[in-house]
């Protein structure tokens, strides 16, 4: 069976703090994705990162930098300096090998207060 | 950035009505996904829709459901009888390449109310 927690339900910080967003997950695949999708009050999903299980270089976009860790099955999300804009629901997910379907985590509410 | 299109983008029925919903995904692409969030929960697979078929669907997605491509281009998902606890956003996604099932792109969604 495939998981994915994502132990933080809510998180505040203030404006200009770093904060990291855990994501932990299950699978007997040894072939996967795993993504993060930031969902603003908006409501879409907006995406983020992909990375491949075979690939644990961990990648820095701008404030944003992805820490994955196949060892403790960890695929961690880190916003530095976070801006009220960061507010929004983040979900870590993860899609099999053969692409049919996301399972998603239950999403981190992030609050960032100016 | 490719666009995935959905529409409508709100949706209100009465319980025991059908709903269609639609979305125009990237064109060309053979791979087609929906999904489904209830408020403030996590999104949740549907369906799987590859060359025209179902390829593969979640306990969700009882006889309640269907999903076609009907002019090929559009592809809907079809509520025949709404519940309550129907009310959901609902996403449709596709890949980034046509062929491929990785990254994939989410509408915008449709928010479906049932009375």
């Known amino acids: 069976a495939q998981k994915v927690t994502q132990a933080q339900t809510e998180i505040s910080v203030v404006e200009k703090e770093d904060v990291t967003l855990d994501c932990v997950y299950e699978?007997?695949?040894?072939?996967?994705?795993l993504f993060w999708y930031k969902q603003p009050p908006s409501g879409e999903l907006v995406f983020l990162i992909r990375?491949?299980?075979?690939?644990?270089q961990n990648e820095i976009s701008g404030r944003y930098s992805w820490n994955f860790q196949k060892s403790t099955s960890s695929f961690n999300f880190t916003i530095t300096a976070s801006q009220v804009v960061d507010s929004a629901v983040y979900f870590c997910a993860l899609l099999k090998s053969d692409g049919q379907n996301f399972v998603f985590g239950p999403g981190t509410r992030l609050s960032v207060l100016p | 950035e490719p666009e995935v299109t959905q529409t409508p983008s709100h949706q209100v029925t009465q319980m025991g009505q059908e709903v269609i919903l639609r979305c125009v995904p990237i064109?060309?692409?053979?791979?087609f996904y929906w999904y489904r969030q209830i408020l403030g929960q996590k999104v949740e697979f549907l369906v799987s829709f590859y060359n025209n078929e179902i390829s593969e669907k979640s306990e969700i997605f009882d006889d309640q459901f269907s999903v076609e491509r009907p002019d090929g281009s559009n592809f809907t998902l079809k509520i025949r009888s709404t519940k309550l606890e129907d009310s959901a956003m609902y996403f449709c996604a596709t890949p980034r390449e046509a062929r491929s099932y990785n990254e994939q792109f989410f509408g915008p969604g449709t928010r479906l109310t049932v009375l």
């Open positions: 990375r491949n299980s075979f690939d644990e």
């Open positions: 699978t007997r695949d040894t072939t996967y994705y």
């Open positions: 064109s060309n692409h053979l791979y």
